[in-house]
């Protein structure tokens, strides 16, 4: 539709341009002919009249006519209506006072032979015509018509080759248009389509969906970002699956090892009071294992829910001394020296009881996996705008493989080990998201045999900061 308005508009304009500039020239030249033949008719020399329009006629490739003004023809330059009345709208606009004017004919539709005969600037043409009126006076007084009569079938050939020209190219670039149209509505709706079946399978189920990355766009942009989601849902998903089934390995083992354990009590015949004391306190210890259990991923579910910190201003130094202290006299029970060296006094704002339990399980850990005999060092320092506590250990260490998961839930480096030393799995877990929940971040480095070191950063609060 757009291409079809500038078309028709484009001839449009271009038809007017051109008669509009053909007007002008014969207009002009019938005025200039008119002021020629004033002193011929004033003087009626008919012979210089005729001779005069002959040649004009044969210069301009015209026809002109000679009317009094009672619109009798005095001269023709085709000597064929020498004598005869003739009329238009032209001459009788001119007579009535207008000092030109002029109109087109179809000389094939302009009513009578006669007057057919008459518009026809030359006898073998059937075509367009302008006519041309133009007044002829002497001393203020119209005293005669001078009719110019031209043929302009050229300037509507022109303008239908332009026309057809016009419409040919709009044809072209419209077809153009369309298919390079189609061609980027492919582009486009191509990974559309495939985003579409992507959604459509992950809404199905099928957390695996992926989708193809072509280019650097916006879509490719969109395709990034689809499977990137996808990916994450995956991996949450595994996540949740794995939760659930180590969730239930981990509350099935002390309740298998309880059940046992009550059988073992209940078939027992006749009662052995030693045994019987040893089975009830093994299932006082698998209840206290389960508890804790049940009590560590409660703790996980109120995180993952969103858990609100009670926020307040507190001596990070002080508190690592204090949790030092609580856990000396297990260190002294096992064999192994436990230190503290706060160098600077930091304060941070965070919740006192989940920083409590965060420190106190990383030294707990250095505990129970440092032999008798080895060492655990705690100290803080300040690191530009954060306070970094280490805990570092001369224990067994922890392999390289195992390094980067080992705050992953339910993830043992000894699963044997971990069990006779009271461990859940889930505690290093606990641990990170509170530290992630104070703005923090908690890494591991160790070395097998050597043992191992973990580093907590937390950020100070906002004037300890700036100081």
């Not at 009578?112 to 073998?124: M, Q, S």
């Not at 080895?374 to 805990?391: F, N, P, W």
């Not at 160790?446 to 100081?467: N, Q, V």
Request: charged residues 25%; proline residues 2%.
């Amino acid at each position: 539709m757009a291409f079809s308005v500038i078309g028709f508009s484009l001839i449009q304009l271009v038809g007017e341009y051109l008669f509009t500039q053909r007007t002008r020239d014969d207009q002009r030249i019938a005025e200039a002919l008119a002021e020629e033949f004033s002193d011929y008719l004033v003087s009626f020399d008919v012979r210089a009249m005729y001779d005069a329009a002959l040649e004009a006629s044969r210069a301009e490739q015209c026809r002109i006519l000679v009317l009094d003004p009672m619109c009798v023809v005095q001269v023709d330059s085709a000597s064929a209506m020498n004598g005869s009345r003739f009329i238009t709208r032209e001459i009788g606009s001119v007579l009535a006072g207008a000092p030109s004017d002029y109109g087109f004919y179809d000389v094939g539709n302009a009513g009578t032979y006669w007057f057919r005969a008459t518009l026809t600037a030359f006898p073998e043409a059937d075509a367009m015509t302008g006519v041309y009126a133009a007044g002829i006076t002497s001393g203020g007084s119209r005293i005669g018509v001078l009719v110019y009569i031209s043929q302009v079938q050229e300037i509507y050939e022109s303008l239908r080759d332009i026309q057809v020209k016009i419409m040919s190219w709009m044809v072209i670039v419209a077809l153009a248009v369309l298919l390079v149209n189609m061609l980027v509505l492919r582009t486009i709706t191509r990974p559309i389509g495939e985003l579409n079946e992507g959604i459509s399978r992950m809404g199905k189920g099928d957390l695996s969906a992926r989708v193809s990355v072509r280019g650097k766009n916006e879509f490719s942009d969109l395709a990034k970002a689809f499977n990137s989601m996808s990916e994450r849902l995956e991996q949450l998903d595994n996540s949740r699956n794995q939760f659930v089934s180590n969730a239930s390995h981990e509350l099935k083992t002390p309740l298998s090892t309880m059940k046992i354990l009550i059988e073992t009590l209940l078939y027992q015949d006749p009662m052995d009071t030693g045994m019987t004391k040893e089975f009830l306190n093994d299932i006082n210890q698998e209840i206290d294992r389960l508890s804790r259990i049940v009590s560590d991923l409660l703790t996980l579910v109120n995180i993952d829910d969103g858990i609100k910190l009670n926020l307040e201003e507190l001596d990070i130094g002080a508190l690592l001394q204090d949790q030092v202290k609580r856990l000396t006299p297990l260190a002294r029970e096992n064999g192994i020296e436990l230190d503290c060296s706060v160098k600077d006094s930091l304060e941070v704002n965070g919740d006192t009881l989940k920083l409590q339990q965060v420190v106190y399980n990383i030294i707990d850990n250095a505990i129970k996996y440092t032999p008798r005999g080895g060492e655990v060092h705690c100290t803080l320092a300040r690191s530009g705008k954060t306070a970094v506590i280490r805990v570092a250990d001369t224990g067994v260490g922890i392999p390289e493989a195992d390094l980067p998961h080992i705050f992953d839930r339910f993830y043992r480096v000894d699963k044997a080990r971990s069990r006779e030393t009271g461990g859940t799995g889930l505690g290093l877990s606990i641990v990170r998201q509170f530290v992630l929940l104070h703005g923090g971040s908690i890494e591991a480095k160790s070395t097998l045999g050597k043992g191992s070191t973990f580093i907590i950063e937390l950020p100070l609060s906002g004037r300890k900061a700036e100081a």
